[in-house]
């Protein structure tokens, strides 16, 4: 019965604080070459798993800093994948998902608006593998996903200091 309250009391917290993340607008766009190369190479589902990502991290960061803001407009300018995306297994037969690495990772700007609708804070950062040993044993967007983490607290840093 313990465990039952927790679990209410924890899902009716995460609602709320869910609430409060879901308040701040966060608009993602690619660069050109990178729409060119999703279409032909990666797929362009990928893309949903690097929103869904890079949302998440940058409404994690925004809730834990307790960030006043009101919308972030973010250019993904590169990223790289780890391993093959589905696209890229499907369409090159012989390429192997599990056993294929590479270095990954991503390049980002964005703007930072606060309640006033003024630029808080323009930020940019890159973070990509410097071995392909770090690879080994990630997911397809291992790195991408370290650089939104990298990028969501370069957000935070950005708006302290400014």
Do not use: C
């Amino acid at each position: 019965m313990r465990h039952f309250l927790v679990g209410i009391i924890s899902a009716a917290s995460l609602g709320f604080a869910s609430q409060t993340a879901l308040a701040q607008e966060i608009n993602i766009s690619y660069s050109e070459d990178l729409l060119e190369e999703f279409e032909d190479s990666y797929g362009e589902k990928e893309k949903a798993v690097l929103e869904e990502a890079l949302t998440y991290r940058l409404m994690k960061t925004v809730e834990k800093d307790d960030l006043d803001i009101s919308r972030i407009d973010i250019v993904i300018e590169d990223v790289s994948p780890n391993r093959p995306t589905y696209e890229q297994v499907r369409t090159r037969p012989g390429l192997d998902q599990f056993r294929s690495v590479s270095i990954g990772g991503a390049k980002l700007t964005g703007s930072v608006y606060g309640e006033d609708g003024e630029i808080l804070t323009e930020s940019k950062y890159k973070s990509y593998s410097h071995s392909i040993n770090d690879a080994r044993f990630g997911s397809t967007w291992w790195d991408a996903k370290r650089a939104f983490w990298g990028f969501s607290k370069r957000v935070s840093k950005d708006i302290k200091s400014s």
